[in-house]
């Protein structure tokens, strides 16, 4: 099963698994599922939508996928993003590994805490990301470098300062 998003910026608001008619006829189905914030996804059978024969069937399906995803434990190295005008096809983001994501910090030379109060975060977001346990935002490929710039940094916790507020 490939995660391929169905529509743009629609995020899902509940967990959804369901069946979804194909076009005119009664008897053909495709299934959408989603958690919440993600962008719901058809079940897949190798590049194309899977087609199902009931509609129970398709629901079915969509439930097993969704509760697959909410209990494997996603490597998340990519991400789809939609269909946009001028894009003939979704493109594929690669993350940064936990492992990665440490070598960037130590040569930013940042702690998790500063990593964690600039990103907007808790030091232990940025631990599990560092271990593997949560996906390591994709755009860690380019803050992580700016943030090396002294200049950079400050702006950052300027920036971070204006928008905090005490509990």
Known sequence: MSLKPICDLNVAKRYIAQAVP????????????????????????????EVFSTA???EAKARKVLFEALNARRPARQAYVPNQ?????????LKMTGEEFAVAQAAADLTDAEIAFAW???PDRVVRWKSGADAV????HWVLPLLKDEKNYE?????????????
Request: charged share 25%; hydrophobic share 40%; glycine share 8%.
């Open 155 to 167: 702006f950052v916790l300027d920036v971070a300062e204006q928008k905090t507020v005490d509990k």
């Open 56 to 58: 129970d069937d398709a």
């Open 85 to 93: 005008p001028g894009l003939r096809r979704a493109v594929k983001f």
């Open 120 to 122: 907007g975060t808790t």
């Open 22 to 49: 194909l076009g005119e006829d009664p008897c053909q189905f495709n299934a959408i599922w989603a958690a919440p914030g993600q962008v719901p996804n058809f079940v897949y059978e190798g590049d194309d939508p």
């Open 137 to 140: 935002p994709f755009a860690m």
